[in-house]
């Protein structure tokens, strides 16, 4: 389906909880937030609802995100729901890459093709820091697991701060290049004062040929990362929400000072 600006809208990204295992430092607060109730959450079903009538707009490509998509539980089982949906092309993870080497197999058999993984340092210290409860070394079991399961391309994403360290940075990029890994750098966003960019190394960030929707844990339908704007689809119905949503998508993204990174994916 196209928008209001001739873009394909065909890709969606489905945030499958706000809930995370990491608390880094440009996501979330050290002390946690405040969740979502239970009962506020998406079901499987009601998420499996909703993709069948965004197949029909012309949806074939979903990433699930998070929060942490690895928390929820019955993932696997969540991807294979999705993957028997006629019309999906494919469906990829956005993980922090902690519970991988447990998942991704299962994960691969149930229909998942490829993951990124974020992963912003090689330095176990640093990567303590800024995640402040992850071992880096989950991260590195969950890439040879995903790997080994078949998962292609396995994509590293690494958010670039301002303090950035250039020589950890290079060793990250040498890392990437000897494991075959693709490597994304993603610049330090604040959704409040709008600030972003194209993403090195993916097409992130780059509004003229934004092909996305985005659905969050709770069921709204939110059609730009940096816009307030947003359509719940459990009181307007997945057709009508979703159908808002790609008419209403800006031409570009401002701002979004009611968005948070973990409550809509990323």
């Known amino acids: 389906m196209l928008d209001n600006y001739n873009r394909n809208i065909n890709y969606l990204r489905i945030s499958v909880t706000d809930r995370c295992n990491l608390r880094c430092t440009y996501c ?3 002390e946690g937030i405040d969740l979502m109730a239970h009962d506020e959450i998406l079901s499987f079903e009601q998420i499996t609802d909703f993709v069948k009538e965004a197949v029909a707009t012309g949806i074939n490509k979903i990433r699930l995100t998070g929060g942490e ?3 929820r539980k019955g993932i696997v089982d969540l991807v ?3 993957s028997d949906i006629h019309g999906i092309e494919e469906i990829a993870m956005t993980t922090n890459g902690i519970l991988l080497d447990q998942f991704a197999d299962q994960l691969a058999k ?3 093709r490829r993951v990124n993984i974020s992963l912003d340092t090689l330095n176990p210290e640093k990567y303590k820091k800024i995640t402040r409860l992850g071992d880096i070394k989950d991260v590195f079991r969950g890439i040879k697991a995903a790997q080994k399961a078949g998962l292609h391309p396995v994509k590293i994403n690494c958010v670039r701060m301002l303090d950035a360290d250039l020589d950890d940075l290079e060793n990250l990029r040498q890392f990437c290049k000897s494991n075959n890994l693709e490597l994304r750098f993603i610049k330090q966003m604040d959704l409040s004062t709008g600030e972003f960019s194209v993403v090195e190394g993916g097409e992130g960030g780059n509004c003229v040929e934004c092909n996305r929707i985005r659905l969050t844990a709770n069921g709204k339908v939110k059609p730009c990362l940096f816009n307030a704007s947003e359509f719940d689809s ?3 119905g997945n057709k009508e929400a979703i159908d808002k949503s790609i008419n209403q998508k ?9 968005g948070s990174f973990y409550g809509i994916g990323g």
Do not use: D, Y
């Open 69 to 71: 998509p690895l928390v």
């Open 110 to 112: 149930a229909g998942l």
């Open 28 to 30: 979330m607060p050290e």
């Open 250 to 258: 800006p031409k570009a993204g401002t701002k979004n000072k009611n």
């Open 234 to 236: 459990k009181e307007l």
């Open 80 to 82: 294979k729901l999705l």
